[in-house]
DNA sequence: AATTTTTATGCAATTTAGTTGCAAAATAAT
DNA sequence: ATTATTTTGCAACTAAATTGCATAAAAATT
């Protein structure tokens, strides 16, 4: 995806939100667009400031707090005992996760939705359903090859 | 399971370990085989100590990766950003997992195990599968009754 | 049985992700 | 222009988890 073209779906999906469309929620938003695995929030400072921004840790922190409120980034628990964060154009499509234990890369699985084939038991209400699946990803899979 | 079985259980678990099997160990590995719910490092130390067994967090969270390592236990990221741990006698049958919104408590599905219907993109090797459902539990299902 | 080696535990200090409260700045509404 | 609301920054704080090192306990060796 093309910077332009982030930012201008990242407009769209701030204009699809209550609330004001700041230079950093664009910004932040922009970057969970572009990337190609889920980040936390040292990993988007450092983006930020690549790009020339400078945005407070905590704002940070509120900001990715208020995107995944909107429903426009969505949230996963890394293995290092991190938040990541990953936005994608077509909102919100549950999908599955993958964390590579070598490298820790998180990445988002949007081909691989998950459904339950068997039912909860008795009095469990469904919200959400998190999958996330664990191993070596392509690189690492050449990288450490026998 | 009565506290009786619980020791037998962990006796036996441990003795499938390489390494010693030491009173910390076996009592930690007893509360989380008997706990209902997954128990994060604190409230597995407040277990112990109405246990009257009082050990060191930093022993604490070394066992419980110790217990994780071995097998004989499994740790699941928790939403309130802490681990949670839990042991059952049958060893590490992957099962899901279910995390109330309300109460926060993480329940063990062990008849839930996930399972992939469909393959993973080229070049990622599988080694586990993590599936968690939020939701409500049966005991805030009552509570938050409309 | 005494000594050496290995493994487990405790203590103090540190790291680090994330939070809170409040003031200042920016934006929107009147 | 003025007022009200929302957003950002700063400083201080919380709490989970980690590290390094010394001591204790258990196992292995002589």
């Known amino acids: 995806m093309s910077p332009e073209d982030t930012n201008t779906i990242a407009e769209n999906l701030l204009g699809q939100t209550t609330g004001r469309s ?5 910004a932040v938003l922009g970057i969970l667009l572009a990337a190609k695995t889920a980040l936390n929030q ?3 400072e450092q983006q930020a400031t690549r790009q020339g ?7 940070l ?3 990715l707090d208020w995107l995944v409120e909107q429903g426009v980034a ?6 290092d005992r991190t938040w990541r964060y990953k936005a994608q154009a ?3 499509t549950p999908h599955a996760h993958f964390q ?3 490298c820790g890369q998180l990445f988002c699985l949007e081909h691989l939705q998950p459904a339950l084939l068997v039912s909860l038991p008795q009095g469990y209400q469904l919200d959400a359903i998190e999958l ?3 191993g070596t990803c392509p690189n690492c899979t050449l990288k450490y090859a026998t």
């Open 42 to 44: 040292q990993e988007i």
């Open 132 to 134: 996330k699946l664990q």
């Open 22 to 26: 700041t230079p950093i929620r664009l």
């Open 53 to 59: 921004l400078t945005a407070d840790r905590v704002t």
């Open 90 to 92: 077509n909102l919100a």
């Open 61 to 63: 922190y509120r900001t």
């Open 74 to 79: 969505h949230r996963i628990a890394s293995n």
């Open 100 to 102: 590579c234990k070598h």
